[in-house]
């Protein structure tokens, strides 16, 4: 990588936490640009994940008030996230590049398809939750850490999506406010990420140079995105980035 391609994903980095802190899915800005400076599909995930994985943190620490009470979800759920995280990452990394990039196309619509269908998804749990008519929050069975583990394992492997596919779970086997289910997608979403990106530390994988950039532009993106929340809708901007990865999803079919 020479000084420009340092600066396009640095700058890709730096959109990718912007468009996350308003609206989600900027895996789907920043990964394309790595492979765009010529990194190798599997590299550029793993790179993509270890430079990102931090901004889940601020997301968590942002709704942490939201997560009183949820402590026995959270001791339930969260060892699913990082074992699915775990899981995803030992999958990828036994993908052949050739296999990957074959499959690259599929997971940017797929994760262009969730990234459209948030907003509905969010709409039908507080329509769910408005017509639930209980004393209290439903407590997480057991059972409930296999679902989560499976969109997990997603996560691990791509995770551009991950988020809307955890909160989908979570609002179909719990009963509980839209508020209090989101705060705990974000604790656990930062435990899938930040399970992947530990185990990406030690697979050789990580372009060590290029997630340093990455890991900066993307602080300072999640910064600004966070001075422009209340002037850019979520929505409309949520769309752009759909149509963004469903043409980079062409481009990569046509090539």
Do not use: C, H
């Not at 010529?38 to 942490?64: E, I, M, R």
């Not at 969730?114 to 209290?136: D, H, S």
């Amino acid at each position: 990588m020479n000084g420009l391609d340092f600066v396009l994903v640095g700058l890709a980095a730096m959109a990718a936490g912007a468009v996350n802190a308003l609206a989600g899915g900027g895996t789907l800005i920043s990964f394309p640009a790595l492979v765009a400076v010529g990194v190798p599909a599997v590299a550029a995930n793993v790179t993509n994940t270890v430079a990102l994985s931090p901004g889940y943190l601020g997301a968590t620490l942002g709704q942490a008030r939201d997560l009183r009470g949820q402590g026995r979800r959270l001791w339930l759920l969260a060892p699913a996230g990082v074992i699915g995280g775990v899981i995803g990452g030992v999958l990828l990394l036994n993908t052949g590049e050739r296999v990957f990039r074959s499959l690259v196309p599929f997971l940017i619509l797929l994760a262009s398809f969730l990234l459209a269908v948030q907003e509905p998804v969010r709409n039908t749990l507080v329509r769910r939750a408005g017509r639930e008519k209980q004393a209290g929050p439903g407590a997480a069975g057991g059972w409930t850490a296999l679902p989560v583990g499976l969109a997990a394992i997603y996560g691990g492997y791509f995770g551009a999506g991950v988020s809307v596919i955890v909160l989908a779970v979570l609002g179909l086997v719990l009963d509980d406010s839209l508020t209090r289910l989101n705060a705990l997608k974000q604790a656990i979403s930062f435990s899938i990420n930040v399970a992947a990106a530990v185990f990406f530390l030690f697979s050789g994988e990580v372009v060590w140079e290029a997630a340093g950039v990455m890991a900066v532009g993307a602080v300072i993106g999640g910064a600004l995105g966070g001075r422009l929340a209340g002037r850019i809708r979520p929505a409309a901007l949520r769309r752009v980035v759909v149509v963004v990865g469903v043409v980079v999803a062409i481009i990569y079919l046509v090539r």
